[in-house]
């Protein structure tokens, strides 16, 4: 029995796929902008360089620039991750069953959670309200606050460093956990359709 294959292309959800990409990029500059806010109030120094043009002169705020940089990762990134399954020779069986817009649904959300986990949770384990909220948690158990102070040690190195470190640090880790991730998901996703 002969099962008929062809190449398929998102091209034809244009619409879909830039609605999807504005609505990834909205969201992730408003996590930057709440994650560069959150380290500004801890102490992180925002300067702005002013440029003259003609005669006026226009500000632009340093931090945040690098919101473009993360931009253009997560978008293609998560364009890679959504195309990667469509872009390979596959059973039309198996498209019919799936739908595309569950999946960029579905990858706009998870790359939103890793791009946040990386961002924040260092800043959230790192501060008092937390460590002492674990500390009184795990007084009952012990084991637990053996892991807990085993974690801390190591963990104090990171929030030892100055600032601004901590902001590039955080950056490039989110950056490269997206890019990890959506390489995972494109060959998990792509070694699952050619298995069958």
């Not at 998102?10 to 902008?33: D, G, P, Q």
């Not at 801390?152 to 490269?176: E, T």
């Amino acid at each position: 029995m002969k099962y008929s294959y062809r190449r398929i292309s998102l091209y034809r959800e244009r619409s879909l796929v830039i609605s999807f990409m504005l609505m990834l990029a909205i969201t992730s500059a408003v996590l930057e902008i709440f994650f560069i806010d959150y380290l500004i109030a801890r102490g992180l120094e925002n300067k702005i360089q002013w440029i003259n043009v003609y005669d006026s002169r226009i500000g632009i705020p340093i931090l945040y620039l690098p919101i473009i940089g993360v931009l253009v990762v997560i978008l293609s990134t998560w364009a890679y991750a959504v195309e990667r399954p469509y872009l390979r020779t596959v059973d039309i069986r198996k498209l019919r069953n799936s739908s595309p817009i569950l999946r960029m649904f579905n990858l706009s959300i998870f790359f939103l959670l890793v791009l946040s986990i990386f961002l924040f949770l260092p800043c959230i384990l790192g501060s008092n309200w937390s460590m002492k909220e674990l500390f009184l948690k795990s007084s009952e158990i012990i084991p637990l606050k053996v892991i807990l102070l085993g974690f801390y040690k190591r963990f104090i190195i990171f929030m030892d460093v100055a600032i601004i470190w901590k902001f590039v640090l955080l950056q490039g880790s989110a950056c490269l956990a997206l890019a990890i991730f959506s390489f995972f998901v494109g060959f998990r996703t792509t070694a699952r359709t050619l298995k069958g």
